[in-house]
């Protein structure tokens, strides 16, 4: 059975047939934002989560103006496909991508199993940077319907609608109130939300080769956890950036009309003054 949604995947060969594809652009985004440098895809550019998609001042994306200047800059019009892939299963990649599509780009796609199997299967990485002729990006108003905010979140416990943590068992239970190594994304309690049904991210990839679980095994997985096609989703995890890889799954592989990603997550939830938690 294939993907509900399978144009946004293209595989590593696709990748390596539109190398010089003026209409392609692939950017790579990385949890390590150092790997670019250490080697990439021939004519990729970054896109780093932290410094290029984040608001300078507030806890918040860029500005749609922003944002315009960061296509622009990438060589990226309104009517290119932009290819994503990155390290840790796409994270960061979908990450990226839910950015993109947050800003009104249609035409986007990830590379299935990301560096990883790029690298398994022994394909070239190069140390050129590439540049572009600047363009004249125009973004579309935010769209709202694949982001929640914390308003969201209430308003989903209280019509008892599924909530998707998508982070560790240890995280989710309480256990944990930070990831190891990511002190910054600490919060002060730990737990997870009301109703919300643990599914670690990592369940809908292959450990292997980083590459998407089948249709048939993505649907045993979220449908038997009751996380139905036909209702409202919302995914989190501590910042949003495993939960767009689990919205990205819902939306475009199993075809899941109401998806929304929580970018505030756990470092907004757990740090919320009288938000309930559960352990």
């Not at 200047?69 to 290119?80: F, K, M, R, Y």
């Not at 670690?200 to 450990?207: D, G, I, K």
Request: one cysteine or more.
């Amino acid at each position: 059975m294939s993907y509900a949604r399978p144009e946004y995947l293209v595989d590593t060969e696709w990748v390596a047939k539109n190398l010089n594809n003026p209409d392609v652009r692939i950017i790579e985004s990385d949890e390590d934002p150092l790997l670019y440098a250490t080697g990439h895809i021939e004519g990729a550019v970054q896109v780093d989560w932290f410094s290029t998609l984040q608001h300078p001042l507030r806890r918040d994306f860029l500005t749609k103006e922003k944002f315009e200047e960061v296509a622009s800059n990438l060589g990226i019009t309104n009517d290119t496909t932009v290819v994503f892939y990155g390290d840790k299963s796409n994270w960061f990649a979908a990450y990226a991508l839910w950015l993109f599509q947050y800003y009104g780009h249609q035409n986007v796609k990830i590379m299935n199993g990301g560096r990883l199997k790029w690298e398994q299967e022994k394909r070239p990485f190069v140390k050129d940077v590439p540049s572009y002729p600047k363009t004249t990006y125009k973004a579309k108003e935010a769209d709202k319907s694949i982001r929640a905010f914390r308003d969201d979140i209430f308003k989903q416990i209280d019509a008892k609608k599924p909530l998707v943590d998508v982070r560790s068992p240890k995280e989710y239970s309480g256990e944990l109130t930070h990831m190891p190594n990511y002190p910054q994304e600490g919060a002060t309690r730990g737990g997870h939300i009301p109703t919300a049904v643990s599914i670690p991210w990592a369940q809908a990839v292959n450990e292997a080769d980083s590459t998407f679980k089948t249709k048939d095994e993505l649907v045993a997985l979220y449908e038997g956890k009751n996380i139905k096609p036909d209702g409202e989703v919302i995914a989190y995890c501590r910042i949003g950036e495993r939960s767009s890889l689990t919205w990205f799954v819902l939306k475009y592989l199993l075809g899941y009309e109401k998806v929304k990603n929580y970018d505030g997550s756990w470092t907004e939830w757990g740090n919320l003054v009288d938000a309930p938690i559960e352990k």
